[in-house]
């Protein structure tokens, strides 16, 4: 997607009689198989997710699940006394967290794989390593290592000890996190980093820049919109990961880790309070809304009408 | 020289940083690898380098897990998957960027933000739903790889769409135009223009499609019977299944991890500059 930086030279002339040839034809219909999908597997959904929020739904009533109590905001008042605060907090702080260690770690990444060096492909195949493999391979191997007399514990020597219960558990799933998520910064980081022109460098270099100023004053400044916009995804992607938790922890799991993906799960498939469980997810979506919404207004949309016409 | 104008670290620092997070990479996949080479006691006993080589985990694993109903099914569905929300995708994309009608931002930046939808949010909903066509409708969908091939898609769908959006803006739309005037309909010029001049687009549209219905263990754990399980499914309940155990087959497990990882590994090696491409135009896994 375009990111925050303009890119002058294609902001092309505008042809406005181009639009009209094909006014009369549009094909719309095309839309329609995506559309009724989107509707029946995401609209109606999300209308239900609201209204099983409302209801007293669980698995006597689930059967006949148009016939359940109403409650009102019942569940809503119910969720807040029960674990659904601990859970934003741990999932809030550790998403925040996660990014907070990714950055640094992808932005180096990106700096050195910039500059050609023979064996580069495959220091950047490397890099990606993580990035590809499925998040449920990632945490199984990790949740081997992790064992209580597993090969952590046992580098570790004296300074080992649970690392998959108890308060340790938290810095796991970060750890675990941070491993399988900086190469999405770094893939973004990277992009930017070849969107910077060489002439960039080359008048740095001219006017007897070292590397450090050169590094702080002319290059990390162009990084620093796609950057903070990666950062909000990542973040997204952190409070809504449900399969690192889950193949790491199993459900339930332990308080520490309790992160809301996997309340709302264990709510509604374990303690079968389908209503309660609702009501938790709409509290969670209404707080992923937030940055959502920062991140939709960011990106730039209307691109479309600049470079349809190059 | 060019190429030392532009180096932005001093080769040292260099070194020492590709150094650091190759290795920072590489120990937990190399720990796979010669766990899965290892035998179950010496995994379990936390050893790194095996004490003794064997491939019996890859031989064994067959019976022990259902990991190749599992593999099967993944294949299936995903498959599907894949080339259905490419081609969904392909003619949704089309219409978006091509013509102007009302509302077309809002599906543009439903598109982005559908993205972020939490699963666990969708899952009890769709589950009542599905659950739903069985008692109302007598439809058994839940169980059935149908249930997750609808699912997927429809998840799949607007990130299918959105890869072909970014890609079909840059494509010239003078053979359109002229195909249009020699008197072609819309399905000829989708068919015999539009597709064929994207299809490394749409490749990888559809790769990631099957990333997704591949990596995806909320929805699978829940529409699945053990029959229809995918393979994520089947390490999951593998990997559970260990804690209870007298003997805890790990080095097993590390195979089976690895045989869940290579297609997708495979898929990457094969379209890494696509993909790559992809990943930062969509801006999510």
């Given at each position: 997607m375009t990111i925050l930086q303009r890119r002058p030279q294609q902001q092309a002339v505008a042809e406005p009689h181009r639009r009209g040839v094909t006014r009369r034809q549009r094909p719309l219909w095309l839309l329609a198989p995506g559309g009724v999908l989107l509707v029946v597997v995401v609209a109606v959904p999300l209308g239900l997710a609201v209204w099983i929020s409302l209801i007293d739904l669980d698995q006597y009533t689930l059967r006949r699940w148009v016939e359940a109590p109403f409650l009102g905001l019942g569940n809503y008042a119910e969720s807040l006394d029960t674990a659904l605060l601990h859970s934003i907090w741990v999932s809030v702080s550790?998403?925040?967290?996660?990014?907070?260690?990714?950055?640094?770690?992808?932005?180096?990444?990106?700096?050195?794989?910039?500059?050609?060096?023979?064996?580069?492909?495959?220091?950047?195949?490397?890099?990606?390593?993580?990035?590809?493999?499925?998040?449920?391979?990632?945490?199984?191997?990790?949740?081997?290592?992790?064992?209580?007399?597993?090969?952590?514990?046992?580098?570790?020597?004296?300074?080992?000890?649970l690392w998959l219960s108890g308060p340790r558990s938290y810095w796991a799933l970060v750890l675990v996190e941070v491993w399988a998520a900086w190469p999405f910064i770094y893939l973004m980081a990277l992009a930017a980093l070849?969107?910077?022109?060489?002439?960039?460098?080359?008048?740095?270099?001219?006017?007897?820049?070292?590397?450090?100023p050169k590094l702080t004053r002319v290059v990390l400044p162009y990084l620093r919109g796609p950057v903070l916009l990666?950062?909000?995804?990542?973040?997204?992607n952190h409070i809504n990961n449900f399969t690192l938790p889950f193949v790491l922890f199993g459900a339930p799991a332990p308080e520490d880790v309790t992160v809301m993906p996997m309340l709302v799960y264990v709510t509604s498939f374990q303690s079968l309070r389908f209503g309660l469980s609702a009501a938790m997810a709409v509290v969670s979506m209404i707080i992923i809304a937030i940055p959502l919404f920062v991140y939709l207004r960011a990106v730039r949309l209307d691109v479309h009408e600049q470079e349809a016409r190059r | 020289?060019?190429?030392?104008?532009?180096?932005?670290?001093?080769?040292?620092?260099?070194?020492?940083?590709?150094?650091?997070?190759?290795?920072?990479?590489?120990?937990?996949?190399?720990?796979?690898?010669?766990?899965?080479?290892?035998?179950?006691?010496?995994?379990?006993?936390?050893?790194?380098?095996?004490?003794?080589?064997?491939?019996?985990?890859?031989?064994?694993?067959?019976?022990?897990?259902?990991?190749?109903?599992?593999?099967?099914?993944?294949?299936?569905?995903?498959?599907?998957?894949?080339?259905?929300?490419?081609?969904?995708?392909?003619?949704?994309?089309?219409?978006?960027?091509?013509?102007?009608?009302?509302?077309?931002?809002?599906?543009?930046r439903g598109l982005v933000g559908l993205q972020s939808i939490p699963g666990t949010l969708m899952l009890l909903p769709v589950f009542v739903l599905f659950?739903?066509?069985g008692t109302y409708l007598g439809l058994t969908v839940i169980g059935t790889r149908w249930g997750l091939f609808l699912a997927y898609l429809t998840f799949a769908l607007p990130?299918?769409?959105?890869?072909?959006?970014?890609?079909?803006?840059?494509?010239?739309?003078?053979?359109?135009?002229?195909?249009?005037?020699?008197?072609?309909?819309?399905?000829?010029?989708?068919w015999r223009i539009v597709?064929?001049?994207?299809?490394?687009?749409?490749?990888?549209?559809?790769?990631?499609?099957?990333?997704?219905?591949?990596?995806?263990?909320?929805?699978?754990?829940?529409?699945?019977?053990?029959?229809?399980?995918?393979?994520?499914?089947?390490?999951?309940?593998?990997?559970?299944?260990?804690?209870?155990?007298?003997?805890?087959?790990?080095?097993?497990?590390?195979?089976?991890?690895?045989?869940?990882?290579?297609?997708?590994?495979?898929?990457?090696?094969?379209?890494q500059r696509y993909l790559v491409g992809g990943l930062t135009a969509g801006g999510v896994k």
């Open positions: 550790f998403a925040v967290l996660a990014t907070a260690i990714t950055v640094p770690i992808g932005v180096a990444a990106a700096l050195v794989t910039q500059n050609a060096y023979r064996g580069r492909a495959v220091v950047r195949a490397i890099f990606l390593i993580p990035y590809v493999l499925p998040s449920f391979v990632v945490a199984t191997v990790w949740r081997t290592m992790l064992q209580p007399d597993g090969v952590v514990n046992a580098w570790l020597g004296g300074l080992g000890g070849q969107s910077v022109e060489s002439e960039v460098y080359e008048a740095s270099a001219v006017d007897g820049a070292t590397w450090w990666a950062c909000l995804l990542a973040t997204l | 020289m060019k190429a030392d104008v532009t180096r932005l670290l001093p080769r040292p620092l260099l070194v020492i940083v590709t150094v650091l997070l190759c290795a920072l990479v590489l120990t937990p996949v190399l720990y796979i690898v010669l766990a899965s080479l290892n035998s179950d006691v010496g995994v379990a006993s936390g050893e790194f380098w095996p004490g003794t080589l064997t491939l019996d985990s890859y031989t064994r694993i067959w019976t022990t897990a259902e990991l190749s109903t599992g593999i099967v099914n993944s294949l299936i569905v995903c498959g599907v998957t894949a080339m259905a929300s490419a081609l969904l995708g392909t003619s949704s994309a089309y219409v978006l960027v091509r013509f102007s009608f009302l509302g077309r931002v809002s599906i543009l659950s739903s066509a990130f299918s769409t959105w890869v072909m959006v970014t890609y079909l803006r840059s494509l010239p739309r003078e053979l359109e135009e002229a195909a249009r005037t020699e008197g072609a309909s819309t399905t000829v010029i989708l597709i064929p001049l994207s299809l490394p687009a749409i490749v990888v549209a559809g790769i990631f499609a099957f990333l997704l219905g591949w990596n995806d263990v909320l929805f699978a754990s829940v529409l699945t019977r053990p029959e229809t399980r995918t393979a994520a499914v089947a390490l999951q309940v593998f990997g559970t299944a260990q804690e209870g155990g007298a003997l805890p087959v790990y080095s097993q497990m590390m195979a089976a991890a690895l045989i869940c990882a290579a297609p997708v590994v495979l898929l990457y090696l094969l379209f």
